[in-house]
């Protein structure tokens, strides 16, 4: 099996993925996040926010529709530029993105293959019940969109002040011609963006810090940074708002691919729907008195990507057995997750199903929960139940055992390390606490 099989089949064993609609045949490119998926999302984007928005007091949040007006993607240019080259086989029928094919003639069954067309990657749908042109709308294909709209609703009612930056995580839709690599190309995804306002002249400083900002962020998640790299767009590559492009490259089994892109969008944006609305999107500095249209810088990243890239380097098995407990008859799956992207925190684990160990476990286990996602299992022999943390990331395993009548003490094992310390029930939580740095 290869690394992304082996991804697969963990994700789906241990709830983190599931093909969405499966018990009606799946639907392609659809995935449902199950508990553990879920967990991972929220940590994920937790950390995200931390990073880009707590600790920027400059940078305020916002949540906005997912269907907006649809002169904005008029003016936006997404109208009459968000569109692949669509090719068809005549032979086989099946069509491919032009720029993602290398070959003149089918990449399936070699069939000649029609000129390319246009085919615009927004998901359309219509607003209330009669089904006309005019009630035509589109499902967003980025959240970024939503905060230029509001750019001036933000900045006046937070009485902002340049540089500062509006940020979002939310869902974007886009019907993708081919899709595939699990969850690496989805239809429906979810954005982390920050559109950050500055004064023109200091945009290439901005995208500069952006740029090592982002990539300190993917190092703390624990990236090795040789898997990591910055790829510049070409001049012909840009997209039509952008005056400079730099893509975060992830090493994926199958190659280097894009998890996010920092993008200077110049004034176009701010400008262009200034324009199409007639509301004057320019900033006035109240203490200078200065007026003009800010540069923005983007970085916009995708949740799913980045979901899949922390499994891949994440991702480690050992044939032999990394404990005293392996049973070595089957690799041991370990996923080592920093603790704060891990999607449960720590396990209670009775040695033996002991009516007093269960009860002491179990007392643990709800003092716990008050602070963390925590489980309780009791089922299976212990290097077993130790097996199932590693392999979903689990930092801490508590076991409770017969010494612990006599000495009020459980054994705690670390993920990273398999050492294993004695704790008095009454310090775990200050204990955990200690080892929960944040970043
Ligand atoms: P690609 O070239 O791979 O299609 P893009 O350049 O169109 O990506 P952007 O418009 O820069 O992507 O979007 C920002 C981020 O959103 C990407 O870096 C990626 O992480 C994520 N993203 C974009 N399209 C998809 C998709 N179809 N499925 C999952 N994530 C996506």
């Not at 999302?41 to 007091?57: D, Y």
């Not at 936006?76 to 968000?82: K, R, W």
């Not at 995208?207 to 090592?212: D, G, H, I, Q």
């Not at 990236?223 to 767009?233: G, V």
Request: neutral net charge; charged residues 30%; aromatic residues 14%.
């Amino acid at each position: 099996m290869n690394l992304i099989d082996k991804i697969v089949s963990l994700t789906k064993r241990r709830g983190f993925v599931f093909v969405s609609s499966e018990i009606y045949g799946g639907l392609q490119a659809s995935y449902d996040f199950g508990p553990l998926g879920v967990e991972l999302k929220n940590n994920i984007k937790s950390f995200w926010w931390k990073k880009v928005v707590t600790e920027h007091p400059e940078v305020y949040p916002i949540d906005t529709a997912i269907i907006l007006h649809p002169k904005v993607w008029e003016a936006s240019g997404h109208l009459a530029n968000f569109t692949d080259d669509l090719v068809e086989c005549k032979k086989c029928h099946q069509r491919f993105k032009k720029d993602e094919i290398n070959d003149t003639r089918c990449p399936v069954c070699s069939g000649e293959l029609t000129p390319p067309r246009k085919f615009r990657t927004m998901f359309e749908t219509y607003l209330g019940p009669v089904q006309g042109s005019e009630n035509l709308v589109y499902l967003r294909p980025e959240t970024a969109q939503g905060i230029f709209i509001n750019f001036k609703n933000v900045y006046q009612t937070q009485r902002a002040r340049i540089p500062f930056g509006i940020a979002q995580i939310g869902k974007s839709f886009r019907n993708e011609i081919t899709v595939g690599n699990f969850i690496f190309r989805l239809r429906e995804f979810e954005q982390m963006e920050l559109e950050y306002f500055v004064k023109p002249e200091q945009a290439d400083e901005f995208f500069e810090k952006w740029k090592k900002e982002r990539m300190d962020w993917y190092i703390k998640m624990g990236f090795d940074s040789k898997h990591l790299r910055f790829r510049e767009h070409s001049h012909e590559e840009l997209a039509h708002y952008s005056k400079a492009t730099v893509d975060i490259e992830y090493k994926f089994p199958w190659g280097w691919k894009e998890i996010e892109g920092i993008a200077n969008r110049g004034d176009f944006d701010l400008k262009t729907h200034s324009k199409f609305s007639g509301e004057d999107l320019s900033f006035l500095d109240s203490q200078t008195g200065e007026k003009y249209i800010p540069y923005v810088i983007e970085p916009s990243a995708g949740l799913e990507r980045i979901f899949l890239a922390l499994l891949c380097e994440h991702y480690h098995e050992f044939p032999k057995g990394r404990s005293k407990q392996s049973s070595k008859s089957q690799p041991e799956v370990f996923l080592s997750l920093p603790w704060f992207l891990s999607p449960v925190k720590a396990a209670v684990l009775p040695l033996v199903k002991d009516a007093k160990l269960i009860k002491i476990s179990q007392d643990i286990f709800k003092d716990l929960l008050k602070c963390w996602v925590v489980v309780y299992d009791e089922k299976g022999s212990i290097g077993r139940r130790y097996r199932r943390q590693d392999e979903i990331g689990t930092p801490y395993c508590l076991t409770v055992d017969f010494d612990t009548l006599k000495d009020n003490s459980v054994t705690i094992r670390d993920y990273k390390t398999m050492e294993q310390e004695r704790v008095k029930i009454p310090e775990i939580k200050n204990y955990l606490e200690k080892k929960f740095i944040l970043v």
